[in-house]
């Protein structure tokens, strides 16, 4: 059984900097394929990255200020998130998929099997 746990959020202040984690478990981690996406509230969730195979995918609005990496040896992917914005307050999601549909692309949350069950980031004004 896959299981999924982000950690990392919490509180910070515009500018500032957060990481998160996602740590996967039940399949082998180094031939997923995994994706962060996020939901504010009253808005529906929203790409935010991805990694497939070797190639990293970001939003528009992750682009220069987000970085996605993983770590095979500890079945981990992670967010680093620098000049945070309010807008970027959402809960964050971490998800995976081992096989790759064909039609999806990896920034539809249909792309995915398996979700996490989020963490929350919070940036103030």
């Known amino acids: 059984q896959v299981q999924l746990v982000e950690s990392g959020g919490g509180l910070v202040q515009a500018g500032g900097s957060l990481r998160l984690s996602c740590a996967a478990s039940?399949?082998?981690?180094?031939?997923?394929?995994m994706g962060w996406f996020r939901q504010a509230p009253g808005k529906e969730r929203e790409f935010v990255a991805a990694?497939?195979?070797?190639?990293?995918y970001l939003a528009d609005s992750a682009k220069g200020r987000f970085t996605m990496s993983r770590d095979n040896a500890k079945n981990t992917v992670y967010l680093q998130m620098n000049s945070l914005k309010p807008e970027d307050t959402a809960v964050y999601y971490c998800?995976?998929?081992?096989?790759?549909?064909?039609?999806?692309?990896?920034?539809?949350?249909?792309?995915?099997?398996?979700w996490g069950q989020g963490t929350q980031v919070t940036v103030s004004s």
């Open positions: 039940g399949r082998t981690f180094s031939s997923s394929f």
């Open positions: 990694i497939i195979w070797s190639h990293t």
């Open positions: 998800a995976a998929a081992w096989v790759r549909r064909s039609g999806v692309d990896q920034s539809d949350a249909n792309f995915y099997d398996y």
